[in-house]
């Protein structure tokens, strides 16, 4: 079974799994061809992350993501007086991951050429794949910066004009990089597509080295980092994700919620006191080169922690954002093996620039990610990645087999909303399908660098019912009402019974996409 945020990319996962190919496999194909569905939520220049289960029960990660230009730091910055990086162009950009990772999950867990995987996207991006009203919708809104990009310009914005739904988006020079990086996963970074990223951000005034471009290409195998809620266990992607956050607010809320309705009007305050603390503990101690995460972890802090939560919200003092695009996806094949991978660009098409010749849009997680905080743990520095919102998670039992897989796009909103989907699966026992399509709230907003200390709400879908509201409100929370469905995210999830010997899946009603079985 697979799950995805586009019926197509569910499909082309699907027929590698009806094939006999792996998790792994589909998992492959369905990235590459988000790339062409979901342009504006993925691509070769972002980042890439995912969590793979054996069916011997092993539990590994990849983890791509990279760093800042050499050149660039947190002091050199404050010193022009600049609070934060600009959000687009060349001095947003931090060197790309997803190929380091995408290459480690083929090699480690992939059964099928990548030429072939990746045929699909090619093919996609070569004949020009139909807009969807979601793309429509991400071109309008930065249409302008589309347009100042010639390649970009080209793909989706077709005789300079805003493209129809249905109509075919083509870029054939895209197509031809998948090809050429389906052959040598290497060009983006070691090879003349590397050298042309970095001239092009040089020329803009990053001050990339070079020496630090191939070293995206760097993303072994990791370990899983894993906790305990109830007689479960979540395995969580290891820093710079924030995986820890939601092994945090597990440990916090673990007993608390069992046998209740997970969005009763308790549940969402003990969710967002939980959350509020994960972020608060974050920004003051974490960066992706400490270990301060661990601590926070310990079983006595984790207690102390519990202890500490108010029976009301504090003072607004956490960064926390969901603005961003990111896409996910999630399978799961006949001799059990599961992959939760996800997928971005950081913000919206990233950094609205392209690669010349080659189609290839550049992240902005540099921007997105890097404090212009002096001595900060996440300052902006040298070989120091920026701190991640993207995570993924799976879910075993006590004896060790596989139970759930899943994860959602959405900034900051992804540690939250995963916390509530595994609250929901653990602790409500609902299918999968009403735990991603369950009321959904959010601690909001920013941690993302040009967000940091704005005042703080909590963001609610009104299909908490009025009686939850206005409870919220009594204990303190300052609500902010987003229809019933506008939260955000795109959660995926796949189950499994072993008691009736079935797969269950679910696709976040809130996007596009669909949880195919084969």
Known sequence: MVSSSHPAVSQVGAGVLASGGTAVDAVLAMTALSWIALPGQSGIGGDAFAVVREPDGQVWTVNGSGYGPDGASAESWAERGQRVLPGTGPLSVATPGALGALSTLHT???????????????????????????????????????????????????????????????????????????????????????????????????????????????????????????????????????????????????????????????????????????????????????DAWRALLDPAVLAATRAELGARPDPATVPVSVAGDTTSCVAVDAEGRAVSAISSLAFTYG???????????????????????????????????????????????????????????????????????????????????????????????????????????LQVESRLGATVLTELAERGHDLRDMGPWGAGGSAQVISVDHDRGVLAGAADPRMDGVALGV
């Open 108 to 290: 480690r867990g992939g059964t099928r050429p990548l030429s072939e995987l990746w045929s699909g996207a090619a093919a996609a991006a070569r004949t020009g794949f139909p807009c969807t009203a979601k793309n429509r919708a991400d071109i309008a809104e930065h249409t302008a910066a589309l347009r100042a990009d010639e390649s970009l310009a080209r793909w989706l914005l077709p005789d300079e004009h805003l493209p129809a739904v249905g109509q075919r988006l083509a870029c054939p020079e895209l197509a031809t990089s998948i090809e050429a990086l389906a052959a040598d996963p290497t060009l983006l970074h070691r090879g003349w597509m590397g050298e042309a990223a970095v001239a092009l951000l040089q020329a803009g005034g990053a001050p990339f080295s070079g020496d630090e471009w191939p070293l995206g290409l760097d993303v072994p195998a990791e370990a899983a980092i894993s906790a305990s809620w109830g007689e479960h266990v979540v395995h969580q992607t290891p820093p710079p994700t924030p995986g820890w956050m939601v092994l945090q607010q597990a440990g916090l809320l673990d007993g608390r919620l069992a046998g209740r309705c997970t969005w009763d009007a308790e549940a969402v305050h003990l969710l967002a006191l939980a959350a509020r603390r994960a972020f608060a503990d974050r920004y003051r101690s974490c960066g992706s080169d400490n």
């Open 351 to 457: 950094a609205r620039i392209s690669v010349p010749g080659t189609g290839i849009a550049l992240n902005n997680r540099l921007a997105r990610g890097s404090y212009l905080l002096p001595g900060h743990p996440n300052a902006l520095a040298p070989r120091r990645k920026p701190l991640h919102t993207l995570n993924a998670w799976i879910v075993t039992d006590a004896a060790g087999r596989l139970r759930h897989v899943g994860n959602t796009p959405g900034g900051d909103g992804q540690v939250q909303w995963n916390t509530q989907l595994l609250a929901h699966l653990l602790d409500g026992g609902v299918d999968p399908q009403t735990a991603v399509s369950a009321p959904r709230h959010t601690v909001h907003p920013g941690s993302d660098a040009d967000a940091l200390h704005q005042p703080e709400t």
